[in-house]
C-alpha cells in the first residue's frame, strides 16, 4: 500500500481523502490549474496528484482543457445536481423565482444553510441589476448577506454561537461585525420575518431576504431580492419577497402529482 501514502509529515490518508483533497483545491478564483498549481493548492505531492488525475479525468470529476489545464467536469455536476436539498427546492421554487425577477428585474436569489455558510442554490440576474458576487454553488458569510440573517435567525442556537464567535469578515465599511448588534439584527428578522442586509456586501447593493418554510415549519431556506442602493425601499422590497417566500414554502409542502 505504498502509493496510498502521502509523503512528508501528513498522516497517511486514503485514496478517497486525497481524491477530494484535489477536487477541493478548485475554486470561483481558480477554476483551471496546471498539475503543479493543484499540487500546491492541495498540498499533496506531484507524482501523487499525477497519479490520482488520470482516474478522475477517465470518470469525468475533471477534465483536461485544450491548454493542459484541469478544470471541473461535467460527470461531477451531473453527480452534484442531484442532491436533494438543492434539486427538489430549486425545482419547486423556480417558477416563483421567476415571477419575481419579471416583476421586479433585480436579482433574484435562492440560498440554504449549509454550516455557518450561505450556499446559493439558484440566482436569476435581472437586466440592468446591480452587480452581485454571489453564484449558483457558490457560499457565503451568513452574518452578512440577507439570505444569511435569515437563515442564521432561524438556526440552532449552538450553530448561531459559533457563526458570531468569529472573526467576522468585513466586506465594505457598513458590514456589521460587532456580535451585539448582529444579535439585534436576528432578533428583528424572527419579529419582522423579514433580513435586511444594506451596503454589507458591496457600497451599491441592498438585500432583502425573507425565509422558506418546510413542512414542519422549519426554515429550510431563504430566498432575496437584491437591487441597487437607493433605488427602493427595504420595506417595499419586503411584501414581495416574503409573499414569494410564503408561495414557495406553500409548494414545498403541497405533494406532487
Keep these: ?31 483551471e490549474m496546471t498539475l503543479s ?26 477534465e483536461r482543457a485544450d491548454n493542459g489545464c484541469y478544470r471541473i467536469g461535467l460527470r461531477l455536476w ?23 425577477s419579471q416583476i421586479t428585474r433585480e436579482n433574484v436569489q435562492l440560498a440554504v444553510r ?17 452587480p452581485v458576487l454571489t453564484r449558483v454553488g457558490g457560499r457565503f458569510a451568513l452574518t452578512a448577506t440577507g439570505v444569511g440573517l435569515v437563515l442564521l435567525a432561524h438556526a440552532p442556537t449552538e450553530v448561531q454561537e459559533q457563526a458570531l464567535a468569529g472573526p467576522l469578515k468585513r466586506f ?48 429550510i431556506a431563504a430566498v432575496s431580492l437584491v437591487v441597487r442602493h437607493g433605488s427602493t425601499s427595504a420595506h417595499a422590497l419586503a411584501r414581495l419577497v416574503s409573499t414569494s417566500a410564503r408561495a414557495i414554502s406553500r409548494a414545498m409542502t403541497t405533494p406532487q402529482v
Design 1 to 31: 500500500m505504498k502509493d496510498s501514502l502521502v509523503r512528508g509529515p501528513q498522516r497517511p490518508r486514503p485514496v478517497l481523502g486525497r481524491a477530494l483533497q484535489i477536487l477541493g483545491a478548485f475554486s470561483a478564483n481558480c477554476p
Design 114 to 130: 449549509e454550516g455557518t455558510e450561505v450556499v446559493f442554490v439558484e440566482r436569476i440576474a435581472g437586466s440592468g441589476a446591480v
Design 172 to 219: 465594505t465599511p457598513s458590514t456589521v461585525t460587532d456580535p451585539r448588534v448582529l444579535r439585534r439584527m436576528l432578533a428583528e428578522t424572527r419579529t419582522n420575518g423579514h433580513a435586511v442586509s444594506d451596503r454589507q456586501v458591496t457600497m451599491d447593493a441592498l438585500s432583502v431576504a425573507a425565509p422558506v418554510r418546510g413542512g414542519n415549519g422549519a426554515v
Design 37 to 62: 498549481e493543484l499540487s500546491r493548492r492541495s498540498g499533496l505531492p506531484v507524482s501523487t496528484v499525477h497519479r490520482m488525475l488520470g482516474e478522475l479525468v477517465a470518470w469525468g470529476a475533471l
Design 78 to 100: 451531473e453527480v452534484a445536481s442531484l442532491a436533494p436539498r438543492g434539486q427538489g427546492l430549486r425545482e419547486r421554487a423556480l417558477p416563483f423565482l421567476e415571477d419575481l
